[in-house]
């Protein structure tokens, strides 16, 4: 192949683009023009942390897991995608109560790579004595579940964040005030 040949290859290539959303129920993703293959990564939302100052011992909520997959993809192939959102934290002087569960981000889609089914789990709510347990994920090439809590203290997602932070972070317990929000979820899409 001549310089030219070569020069004029790489001025139409397609270049990397990826997407990456934080919200978003039942949303389409459509693939761009050009691009031939995609990485999706998909984390959930970590539970939020227990509260309780009776015993003091408020558990944090679990981290997120992560699933991440890599398919053939054409222009115009769509996606659909649901973005875990935030967890709220607890606040009840006087009594304990657990924390609530992060939910799932998923995609699903039918590209021409084959069938994308992808789960990252959300992780569970801090519990009265103990951490809630870390999210799992399915449908990736790579699926890594999140960290479970401890007391106190929120578990780490798969993503690395740590506790509160997005994407997925476990809350913190607290027998105080407000415990921890279980952070929000996120998904990209990465084009080649």
Excluded: H
Excluded at 57 to 64: D, F, M, R, Y
Excluded at 86 to 95: D, H, K, R, W
Excluded at 167 to 183: I, N, Q, R, Y
């Amino acid at each position: 192949m001549s310089g030219i040949q070569m020069a004029l290859l790489s001025a139409f290539a397609f270049p990397p683009v990826t997407n990456t959303y934080t919200s978003g129920t039942a949303a389409t993703e459509t693939v761009p023009s050009g691009a031939s293959s995609c990485t999706i990564t998909v984390d959930g939302a970590g539970g939020s942390g227990a509260f309780d100052d009776q015993t003091y011992q408020p558990g944090g909520g679990g981290g997120s897991a992560r699933s991440v997959k890599a398919i053939a993809v054409t222009g115009g192939n769509t996606f659909t995608y649901t973005v875990a959102p935030q967890v709220a934290g607890i606040n009840s002087p006087g009594a304990s109560f657990a924390g609530n569960n992060g939910a799932a981000s998923t995609v699903t889609g039918s590209p021409s790579g084959g069938s994308v089914n992808m789960s990252g789990g959300g992780g569970q709510g801090g519990q009265i004595g103990g951490g809630g347990t870390g999210g799992t994920a399915s449908g990736g090439d790579t699926n890594t579940s999140g960290s479970a809590g401890g007391i106190f203290t929120g578990g780490v997602a798969a993503s690395g964040a740590a506790a509160s932070v997005a994407p997925g972070g476990g809350g913190d317990g607290s027998d105080s005030f407000f415990s921890g929000v279980g952070a929000r979820g996120e998904i990209s899409f990465a084009y080649t």
